[in-house]
């Protein structure tokens, strides 16, 4: 963002739309945000840098659903940012201990030992080190500046955590959970007599009596073979129907018979069945108390930007810079 006065910054505009026809356009002023400018060129950047990161998240027709909304609203929100970040200055905020300690983190995490490794790493995924740091600091300027104005100014009052609990229990009801081994023939390879006759021996040795980690660990052709055919825990509604119907019949300790599915025959072990139960409320109390605080935080910000943007002077220029 570029500095400047509100004269100055008409002046600009007038050259950038081209008033003065005899001398060279470099480039455009999209919105004028009390002393500061918007020019075309950030606007780019932003409008770049966020179809990129975008690209990376979605697909499809779920990326065009995003790409609508991010787009749309990208000025309004480069205005927002603008704003607070004045505000910062005003207050002279200083975030450069905070930078500081999260780059160190950010080398720690990934084994870097120093700044230039993590310019080499930044440069590979096409970030610039400065810029990164530069992102870093607007990124807590405007924390701190909304934490200071709206954040710490909210209080929830234990008496309203109790009663959206008792209100809306029906958010913590956990559902039936299944603990499961298997056992996975493929298919692939073999003849269906083969087959039969493997299903056969491990039958005959499940109803013997003998451990059915050890018989995955011995017969199974999954990747569960090496954990003594441990498939995990797994909540009513997260496995496939053609596993989960058969498991739900199924009492703690028993065996189901062979299920065919993906190339290949499973047999199946209910280790363990959590029923359907109510969480405490002292596991969910602090759950709940951030849902809360981040609803009132919502509304209270969008109170405090509503507020900043009628004490400031705003000119939208280009309503749609690209479009121009």
């Given at each position: 963002m570029r500095k400047c006065n509100r004269a100055i910054a008409a002046f600009l505009f007038f050259v950038a739309a081209g008033v003065f026809a005899n001398q060279e356009i470099v480039d455009a002023i999209v919105?004028?945000?009390?002393d500061d400018?918007?020019?075309?060129?950030?606007?780019?950047?932003?409008?770049?840098?966020?179809?990129?990161?975008?690209?990376?998240?979605?697909?499809?027709e779920q990326f065009d659903q995003q790409w609508d909304m991010a787009?749309?609203?990208?000025?309004?929100?480069?205005?927002?940012?603008?704003?607070?970040?004045?505000?910062?200055?005003?207050?002279?905020?200083?975030?450069?201990?905070?930078?500081?300690?999260?780059?160190?983190?950010?080398?720690?995490?990934?084994?870097?030992?120093?700044?230039?490794?993590?310019?080499?790493?930044?440069?590979?995924?096409?970030?610039?080190?400065?810029?990164?740091?530069?992102d870093l600091e607007t990124q807590f300027l405007k924390q701190n500046i909304i934490f200071g104005e709206v954040g710490r100014k909210i209080v929830i009052d234990d008496s309203v955590i109790v009663a959206y609990y008792k209100q809306h229990q029906e958010e913590?009801?956990?559902?039936?959970?299944?603990?499961?081994?298997?056992?996975?023939?493929?298919?692939?390879?073999?003849?269906?007599?083969?087959?039969?006759?493997?299903?056969?021996e491990i039958d005959t040795r499940v109803e013997g009596g003998e451990e059915f980690g050890r018989l995955s660990s011995e017969y199974s052709e999954g990747p569960e073979k090496d954990s003594q055919g441990d498939l995990g825990s797994f909540k009513k509604g997260e496995l496939e129907r053609t596993l989960e119907e058969p498991i739900e019949k199924l009492e703690v300790g028993e065996t189901s018979s062979w299920l065919n599915m993906r190339e290949g025959w499973w047999k199946l072990k209910l280790v363990d069945r959590q029923e359907?139960?109510?969480?405490?409320?002292?596991?969910?109390?602090?759950?709940?108390?951030e849902k809360l605080f981040?609803?009132?935080?919502?509304?209270?910000?969008?109170?405090?930007?509503?507020?900043?943007?009628?004490?400031?002077?705003?000119?939208?220029l280009m309503p749609n810079p690209i479009e121009s």
């Open positions: 919105a004028i945000v009390n400018i918007i020019a075309l060129s950030d606007y780019k950047r932003e409008y770049d840098s966020l179809y990129r990161m975008l690209r990376t998240r979605y697909q499809g787009k749309s609203s990208l000025l309004d929100t480069m205005i927002t940012d603008l704003l607070l970040l004045q505000e910062a200055e005003k207050m002279g905020l200083n975030v450069s201990e905070q930078v500081k300690m999260t780059i160190e983190n950010i080398k720690s995490e990934n084994n870097l030992t120093s700044d230039e490794q993590l310019k080499q790493a930044l440069a590979q995924q096409g970030m610039d080190f400065e810029t990164f740091r530069s913590f009801i956990e559902p039936v959970e299944f603990t499961i081994k298997a056992i996975y023939i493929a298919e692939e390879g073999k003849s269906s007599d083969d087959i039969e006759a493997k299903k056969k359907s139960h109510l969480r405490a409320f002292e596991d969910v109390r602090k759950e709940i108390e981040s609803e009132e935080q919502q509304k209270e910000l969008q109170k405090y930007l509503n507020d900043l943007k009628e004490r400031s002077y705003i000119k939208i």
